[in-house]
């Protein structure tokens, strides 16, 4: 059977140094998964090599039947895989308004992204309120929940988010939390980065723990919750 979403045996350096060493990792459509681990573990960069900002050693990224590594970052977004960079990736100067309409850039069909922003508001109240602000004025979290719906505006397949929680007030990140099932539950795919291990375990049905460019743990999210090494590790039990 065709996986979905598949990465095998990625390799990427930066500079001589390599810092993703051999990961492995897969996603069934319609999934949450989760990938989690500690600061510079390589997360980041695994999402910049699936979608085109770096380029691996080795190894390689399919999506659907489709070999994406080697692929330009553009044709990789136009595949279907959206990411929501770490630390947002907004445009400061813009309104909620033009920041979504940039979302759906690569899309030809205006008058569809005009009923789908208008759906995108109604999921994220918040923005509607404030379509017309500046997103630099936003606060932290609204500009998290910007960047998601900008991403949503493209109409992923396989969204992928950099750590959404961080930052964030406890009642924000549980909104996060909330749109992230939202987003799923209209059939888009999700792999979640995220250093918040807690709410990620919650969100997804399968984990992956990254130690130092390693995969070093994989399973159901709530086997993981219950691990010795994760509740050590990760969860500060
Ligand atoms: N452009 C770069 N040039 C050189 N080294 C880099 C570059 N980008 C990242 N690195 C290094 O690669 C390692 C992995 O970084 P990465 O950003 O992937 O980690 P991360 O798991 O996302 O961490 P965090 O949770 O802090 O975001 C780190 O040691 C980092 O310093
Ligand atoms: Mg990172």
Same mark, same amino acid.
């Given at each position: ?43 980041? *960069? ?19 039947? *489709? ?111 909330? =749109?992230?099932?939202? =987003?799923?539950? *209209? ?17 997804? *049905? ?32």
């Amino acid at each position: 059977m065709q996986m979905f979403f598949e990465i095998k045996n990625l390799r990427v350096r930066y500079e001589g140094a390599e810092v993703v060493k051999g990961v492995s990792l897969h996603l069934e459509e319609g999934e949450i998964v989760t990938l989690i681990g500690s600061n510079g573990a390589g997360k980041t *960069t695994i999402l910049r090599a699936v979608s085109g900002l770096k380029a691996p050693s080795a190894g390689e990224i399919w999506f659907e039947g *489709t070999r994406v590594d080697g692929r330009n970052a553009q044709s990789i977004v136009k595949l279907g895989i959206v990411q929501v960079p770490q630390g947002r990736g907004l445009f400061p100067y813009m309104s909620v308004a033009e920041n979504l309409k940039l979302g759906a850039f690569l899309r030809k069909d205006r008058r569809a992204v005009q009923k789908d922003l208008a759906d995108v508001l109604v999921h994220f109240p918040r923005l509607k309120e404030r379509a017309r602000q500046q997103a630099s004025t936003l606060s932290g979290g609204e500009q998290q929940m910007l960047a998601i719906a900008a991403a949503v505006m493209c109409r992923p397949r396989l969204l992928l988010l950099d750590e959404p929680s961080m930052g964030l007030s406890p009642l924000m990140v549980s909104e996060i939390g909330k =749109i992230v099932r939202e =987003i799923n539950a *209209t059939g888009t795919t999700v792999l979640l980065v995220e250093q918040n291990s807690r709410l990620a375990l919650k969100l997804a *049905t399968r984990a992956y723990v990254l130690e130092t460019g390693n995969i070093v743990v994989e399973g159901a999210a709530d086997e993981l919750m219950h691990s010795e090494h994760v509740r050590k590790a990760y969860l500060g039990e």
